[in-house]
């Protein structure tokens, strides 16, 4: 089975700072990936799909690029909005999610 | 625009059947290219996919939990639903009903319910 790691799994960031989340797969089984965000309380939004297409709505500092078994999500300048959980998913598996606080 | 609701007992007892409702509107569920799945969450964890069930009845289970799910569909209603036998405290959870959107390159999940906690406590 494939397996997604998330690094770092915990980040603590400023407003206005380019924050960068890597999605690492245990295998090359496709080069597409999808990011999601989570907030407390609430379910999972899909921010990005086949690696790099922004969903509808979502602001265009959000992007993903990748392909392999390393993908990655970048925030080009965080806003406070931004605080919250990011999972990476390919297939029927997620990655154990990287929690992005303020510093 | 598809919107999903969960449904269902918020409160199940130790090695009974946990038995939630997944209710679809704004879209039909007979889409070729669209799964339906379930998704749940520990307290305090991360994502586990349970299973999804497509609109000709076909169904993909989480090996881990093959043995005890069965995602079952009403296209007349529009909903799905979720069985999940002889439930144990590891199953209590927010569980969520979300649409699947699947090519031959990948997937991803959107729209999602707004998720339901499930504890599993006597």
């Known amino acids: 089975d494939i397996q997604l790691t998330q690094s770092p799994s915990n980040l603590s960031a400023s407003l206005g700072d380019r924050v960068i989340i890597t999605c690492r797969a245990s295998?090359?089984?496709?080069?597409?990936l999808a990011w999601y965000q989570q907030k407390p309380g609430k379910a999972p939004k899909l921010l990005i799909y086949k690696t790099s297409s922004l969903e509808t709505g979502v602001p265009s500092r959000f992007s993903g690029s990748g392909s392999g078994t390393e993908f990655t999500l970048t925030i080009s300048s965080l806003q406070p909005e931004d605080f919250a959980t990011y999972y990476c998913q390919q297939f029927w598996t997620f990655g154990q999610g990287t929690k992005v606080d303020i510093k | 625009q598809v919107q999903l609701q969960e449904s269902g007992p918020g409160l199940v007892k130790p090695a009974q059947t946990l038995s939630l409702t997944c209710s679809v509107s704004g879209g039909s569920m007979n889409s070729g290219g669209n799964y339906w799945s379930w998704i749940r969450q520990h307290p305090g964890r991360g994502l586990e996919w349970i299973g999804y069930i497509y609109y000709s009845g076909g169904t993909y289970y989480n090996p881990s939990l093959k043995n005890r799910v069965t995602i079952l569909l009403d296209t007349t209603k529009n909903q799905f639903s979720l069985r999940l036998s002889s439930v144990t405290a590891a199953d209590t959870a927010v569980y969520y009903c979300?649409?699947?959107?699947?090519?031959?390159?990948?997937?991803?999940?959107?729209?999602w319910g707004q998720g339901t906690l499930v504890t599993v406590s006597s």
């Open positions: 295998q090359s089984i496709s080069d597409w």
């Open positions: 979300a649409r699947e959107i699947s090519m031959v390159r990948g997937n991803w999940f959107d729209p």
